[in-house]
């Protein structure tokens, strides 16, 4: 449950959101935080190809099953609009209604990135609320490719030792 006031009417947030993962969590949780609407932007099947992301990526409707569990569990889902996402920008460089975007430490220079645009398009740029990368047990932040790699588990715990490789 979301206890602080929304200061936004409409944030963004966007992702591949693929072993949906405490990190993912704390995003999205930190958007309906700060906006009364929250517009997320699910990656495509085509664009998480095109991200060359190192790990497979489950497919669209598997993951849009996932985040709308999700958002029924925080009774969340009915002040979000889940869109699928085409490219990096999505509506967030030509809607003027969309006033915030949330993005992680990782993700920020892309926010800075459709600042630009919208700048260029005399569109006003939106609020950046960046929040810091989730650590995992050993205070390596939580990723996919992580999950993938069988290091750890969506909560962050350590499923095995992970020792560095050296030449």
Do not use: W
Request: charge should be neutral; aromatic fraction near 4%; glycine fraction near 6%.
């Amino acid at each position: 449950m979301i206890l602080a006031m929304a200061v936004f009417k409409l944030v963004a947030v966007g992702g591949t959101f693929d072993e949906l993962h405490k990190g993912h969590r704390a995003l999205l949780m930190k958007a309906f935080e700060v906006g009364e609407r929250v517009l997320i932007g699910l990656c495509t099947d085509r664009f998480a190809r095109l991200l060359r992301k190192n790990h497979p990526v489950a497919p669209y409707d598997e993951r849009l099953e996932e985040l709308r569990r999700l958002l029924e569990d925080h009774n969340l889902l009915g002040r979000a609009e889940i869109f699928p996402l085409e490219d990096p920008y999505g509506p967030t460089v030509s809607s003027n209604e969309i006033q915030a975007i949330v993005v992680s430490k990782e993700t920020e220079p892309r926010a800075h990135e459709i600042n630009r645009i919208r700048e260029s398009k005399g569109l006003k740029p939106l609020e950046i609320l960046v929040i810091d990368m989730v650590p995992a047990e050993d205070m390596v932040p939580i990723s996919t490719t992580r999950i993938y790699r069988g290091e750890i588990d969506r909560e962050g715990r350590l499923l095995r030792l992970v020792t560095s490789r050296r030449p």
